[in-house]
């Protein structure tokens, strides 16, 4: 059974950098697609970076290329989102997901295909 545990919200300023965190338990798979995505109240979720936790691909939304970077640490079983450059429309909750196969690159625009969640962390950019 698959847990994920996002870490590492708060508010900040415009221009400002957060660095989230997302801890998995249950994963059995040695190699898994894992995401952040995030969503405001009222609107869908938005796939914002995905990785796949094997040889590390990454993709990104073209609204935060350049100023949000999503890596791993497989001896960890984490995720991390160093988000920077901050701007108020990045304000949402954040969430950590993960699927065991399929398309990383196509998981990005499609945040339903991802099977494990986390509770969410909170980025408030003002």
């Known amino acids: 059974h698959v847990q994920l545990v996002e870490s590492g919200g708060g508010s900040v300023q415009v221009g400002g950098s957060l660095n989230l965190s997302c801890a998995a338990t249950g994963m059995s798979a040695s190699s898994m697609c894992m995401a952040w995505i995030r969503q405001v109240p009222g609107k869908e979720r938005e796939g914002v970076a995905t990785?796949?936790?094997?040889?590390?691909?990454?993709w990104y939304d073209s609204s935060v290329k350049g100023r949000f970077t999503i890596s791993r640490d497989r001896t960890k079983n984490s995720i991390y989102l160093q988000v920077n450059s901050l701007k108020m429309e990045d304000s949402a909750m954040y969430y950590c997901?993960?699927?065991?196969?399929?398309?990383?690159?196509?998981?990005?625009?499609?945040?339903?295909?991802?099977?494990?969640w986390g509770q969410g962390t909170q980025v408030t950019v003002s």
């Open positions: 990785i796949v936790t094997g040889y590390g691909g990454k």
């Open positions: 997901a993960a699927v065991t196969d399929g398309s990383c690159a196509a998981a990005l625009n499609a945040p339903t295909y991802f099977g494990f």
